[in-house]
């Protein structure tokens, strides 16, 4: 009997063996299974961080290249805008300069109707003069002077509404 002991008691720890190994062996097995598993979820993961990062740095890349284009168009706007008003006073110099040299003269035309019976305006045009049958005035120097400033004013608040109007325009996409 004690052979037999002997005998089942080796068969049961070759039994014990065998299934402890097998054990192992599913263990291993599972194990190697399950790292694949979250090796292609880490793939995958990373993927799909790369992804999302050059979608971003292609959205900067574009919001950057918006951003030059309008500085660009700004700064041709804010020159065109300078220009603009350089020349307008540059016109209002001469135009101020040619009334103090007496080179040029401001007149009115005076109401026809109002005027009646005053002969010191002459009708008809003499020889500098290019309006027919209206009656005009000459202005004071200083009060020329004066309507010049004002109208170069306006001129300015002009030339600056369009500069506003544009900038609107190019910002709203209205074109």
Do not use: F
Not at 58 to 76: F, H, P, S
Not at 105 to 116: F, G, I, P, Y
């Amino acid at each position: 009997m004690k052979i037999d002991a002997v005998k089942w008691g080796g068969l049961l720890l070759i039994i014990l063996g065998l299934m402890a190994g097998s054990v192992w062996a599913a263990w291993v097995w599972q194990a190697n299974a399950y790292g694949q598993q979250l090796s292609a979820k880490e793939a995958a993961h990373q993927t799909e961080r790369t992804n999302l990062a050059n979608a971003n740095s292609a959205q900067i890349l574009a919001e950057q290249g918006k951003r030059l284009a309008l500085e660009q168009w700004l700064a041709a706007s804010d020159q065109s805008h300078y220009r603009a008003l350089t020349d307008e006073k540059t016109k209002q110099a001469r135009l101020r300069d040619r009334l103090a040299t007496a080179d040029l003269r401001l007149s009115v035309q005076l109401d026809a109707t109002a005027a009646t019976g005053c002969d010191a305006l002459q009708t008809t045009p003499s020889a500098g003069g290019v309006v027919y049958g209206a009656r005009r005035a000459q202005l004071d120097p200083a009060h020329a002077q004066r309507i010049i400033g004002i109208t170069g004013d306006g001129d300015q608040g002009l030339i600056a509404l369009q500069a506003c109007q544009a900038y609107i325009r190019g910002i709203s996409g209205i074109h």
